[in-house]
């Protein structure tokens, strides 16, 4: 088990009250996109699965991701098919990582191996560029201008 601390609440994997976001990838290979977290991400590989298809997890900062092959339906999702993305350039869902060093993100992510689609780029109050994971799917990174606050 691990864990994050928000605001005085602790958020562990797994969760031991209340609830933990993770977010759920369809991958070709689970190694390879754990090890593409951990290398380019620093994440912390908790499981790389099993043979009988369980997924695996890595956390990653304040957060979890966990991957699996993709499959047929399933008892508890009985009309639902998982498979990569068939074309890289439709995209319905990302991972956003807000940082607060985007040009120092890009340059130690990039040594560590992620291909960034473009260079960061000014747009909308902050600065963000996106990465490609093994399998195509998306990742972007920003950082807000000074000033910009949410929520």
Known sequence: MTQAIVADQIYAMPPQKGFTVAHFLTVA???R???FYEKVFGGRILSLGDSSGAPGYIQIANTWLIVNVGGGPTPDKPSVMLDVPGDPNLVSSFLNIRVADI???HELWQARGAEFITEP?????ETRCYIRNPDGYIIEVGQSEPGVVFG
């Not at 780029?121 to 109050?125: A, Q, V």
């Open 103 to 105: 040009h120092g993100c």
């Open 33 to 35: 996109s754990a090890r």
């Open 29 to 31: 290979d689970i190694g």
């Open 121 to 125: 780029m000014e747009k909308y109050g």
